[in-house]
Each structure stands twice: as structure tokens, then as C-alpha cells.
């Protein structure tokens, strides 16, 4: 069930520390979670950054040119070297495994009341995950204690970041299929007939081959491409040196709209208006599955092709739920699409399905939100009070 909002009277301080590896994943996930324990749990949060120039791509309004800034009731601090001194926070929690500043955890180690210290990991359904989340890492050393915090898709997970009211707000903007939104990228209103797909990827050998296969089809297709890795490929296949945000392009029966690199918010509402959602990484991902579409997941490729198992576990768990020749129908092209080869051929058999896809999205995000792992949010604060509780009262300070 999705989660109601309410604020707590605890005067903890959280800080969130993200070092941004490459793309917009680890820190698009640090600022919504950061934002939302702000803003639904009036929890006093400082998000340490170490891009600036990323975080603003998610969020405009931030100047990248100050140190401290407020943004949207969050502290963002640039996460400098060396790194300055400063108390640490009651709970702490580096992003995917960062490595903390060594004079920070040498605060954290200072401390009477030992902070909470977590690792917010990387989402995976394998199953693997379930075992592993909420487990404790003493460092002797330092007479402190990570705990490992994993997201994920089920009740023995921490859950996936989701707002309170998303859903709703979600099906208000479909309602009005989404005119203020056309309106202010200066775009027509897509055909009601038209299959609307968003196309947001890494690089991949199946986008013009899938481009063709779509300009060739049978099908009016509108292909939404926000700024992004997939552009000079789909640029390169309209035989273009370079376009403008904002242009549209038709071949035959596909329509391509380059649409602006979008804040977060905005992001969510373009999945909510298109029938079929291409996403990649971990942040993007999730958005697909509360927009209750059809999606198809580009994984971040790793190294020893671990990625694989990882797209296997997840697509056991989606499909779960599907009849046998819909989940292979479904499997094949993810496969392909993650592979780089195949792709339109596959596209066709996934077309003849896609109605009973829509309903399996819907059922999946229904699910998620009801039965699945909970609020993320929601489950960290939980956590961190059970946590607290277990500390030994004469070792809780006054700030526990």
C-alpha cells in the first residue's frame, strides 16, 4: 500500500553523501530520497555532492557556483577535498558505497552517541538480497557499525523510493492527457492513435535498426528521445551532424521528438504519458514501473558481464506473473535490447502483446506499491529507530 506522509518530532540530522560516478543514477536516487525525507518527514537532511554540474541537471534551480545552497528544504553541500570540518550527523548514509571523507568518519568516531551508518546499495531482485539487507559491518576500528540497506521488490528488502500522492498525481495528469505538459516543450499534442514511446538508454547497436523497423512499420510511432547517450545514434540515423531541442522529424511512419534533458519531476510525467517506456540504470527504472507501462529495461552493463544475472532475476520476478508464451515474448526482446542485436526482430512479437502488457504493468505497480518492499523512505526511518532502540540506553547520548 502506498504510503501515507507524516512528519516526525525527532531532531536527528541526516546527512547523504553521493560521489557521482558517471551518468545521473547515483545522485538522481540520493536527491529524491534526500527531498523526500525533507519534505514528508521534516527530517533536517545535507546532501554532500561531489557534481555539481549533475545535480543540476536534475534540479535547475540549484547554483552550481555555491558551496551551501537550500534546495527544496534539502542542504546541498559540495562535497569538497579537502573535506572541511564538521559535526557528522545522527544517521549517515553514503550512496552506493562511497567512501567517506576520513576526517568525517573520524567524527562519526568521536561521537558519544554513535551515529547510524548505512550503505544504501544498488537495487537488484536476486535473490541473494534478501538475506544481505539490514545486515551489520562492525569497524573495530573505528567503534562503529554499517549497516547494508538494500532496495528492492520485495518484503524482506528496504523497498523502492516512492512519494506519497505519486500515484494519484500520476493518473490526474492522464486524465487531462497531459496538455500542459505538450504545451510547455511548444509540441503539438500526440495523435491519440499514435503508439507514444520515450527513449532513454545508453549507447546501443539495436537503436537504428529499431529506428528503421519503426519508420517502416505499419504503426504511426512517436519516439520521445530526451538529451541523452541514445541522441548521436538516432541523430546519426536521420543522417543529421547535430539538431535542436525541440525539433521534430518524421520518416515514414515514425515521428521523433528531441525533446530537453528534464528535472526529475518532469521526467515522471513524460513516462506517464507514453504507451512504452525504454529505461536504463536504477532511477529511471523504478519511474517506469509507477507509470504502469509497458518498459524495457537497458541495464548498466558491468564488468564479467555480471549485469546478466541481474537482468535474469529481475525479468524471473516481472514476469512471474504472465502466461508462459507472454513471458518468453517478453524476455526475448529485453535480451535482445540489453544485447545489442535482434531487437527488431523481436519488436514485432512484442507489439502483439503490448495490450496484455498494459494490464501486467498496471498489476505490477499495483503490486509493488501494495505487497512489494514499502516506502523506502519510510523503511530507512524505521530502521534507523529500531537501531536506536537497540542501542544500550547509557550509550544513546541526547541526540538518539
Known sequence: MQHKPHTTQSTQRWDIFCNVVDNYGDIGVCWRLARQLATEFDITVRLWVDDLHSFARLHPAANIALDAQHCLGVEIHRWLAPFP???????????????????????????????????????SAESWVNGCHGLPSPRPELNLTRHFFFPGFTPATGGLLLEAGLLEHRDALRTHHGTAFWSSLSMPQPQTDALKISLFCYENNNIPHLLSCWAEG??????MVPEGR????????????????????QRGNLEIRL??????????????????????????????????????WHIYPQDAMAHREKLAAFL????????????????????????????????????????RLEIH????????????????????????????????????????
Not at 90 to 100: K, M, S
Open 259 to 296: 525533446l530537453p534533458f528534464m528535472a526529475q519531476q518532469r521526467y515522471d510525467e513524460l513516462l506517464w504519458l507514453c504507451d512504452v517506456n525504454f529505461v536504463r540504470g536504477e532511477d529511471s527504472f523504478v519511474r517506469a514501473g509507477w507509470a504502469a507501462r509497458p518498459m524495457v
Open 316 to 355: 524471473a520476478l516481472y514476469t512471474a506473473e504472465l502466461d508462459a508464451e507472454d513471458a518468453e515474448i517478453v524476455r526475448r526482446f529485453w535480451q535482445a535490447w540489453n544485447s545489442g542485436t535482434g531487437a527488431n526482430a523481436a519488436w514485432p512479437g512484442f507489439t502483439q502483446v503490448l495490450q
Open 361 to 400: 504493468a498496471r498489476q505490477w505497480c499495483t503490486h509493488l506499491s501494495h505487497h512489494g518492499g514499502g516506502s523506502l523512505a519510510a523503511n530507512l526511518i524505521a530502521f534507523v529507530q529500531r537501531t536506536v532502540d537497540d542501542t544500550p540506553p547509557n550509550l544513546r547520548g541526547p541526540t538518539a
Open 218 to 223: 505499419e504503426r504511426q510511432i512517436i519516439c
Open 85 to 123: 570540518t564538521v559535526d557528522s550527523a545522527d544517521v549517515v548514509i553514503d550512496g552506493f558505497g562511497c567512501l567517506l571523507p576520513q576526517t568525517y568518519l573520524a567524527t562519526m568516531a568521536q561521537r558519544f552517541a554513535k551515529p547510524v551508518w548505512l550503505n544504501l546499495e544498488y537495487l
Open 230 to 249: 541514445a541522441l548521436p545514434q538516432v541523430l546519426g540515423w536521420l543522417k543529421l551532424p547535430a539538431a535542436v531541442v525541440g525539433e521534430i522529424f
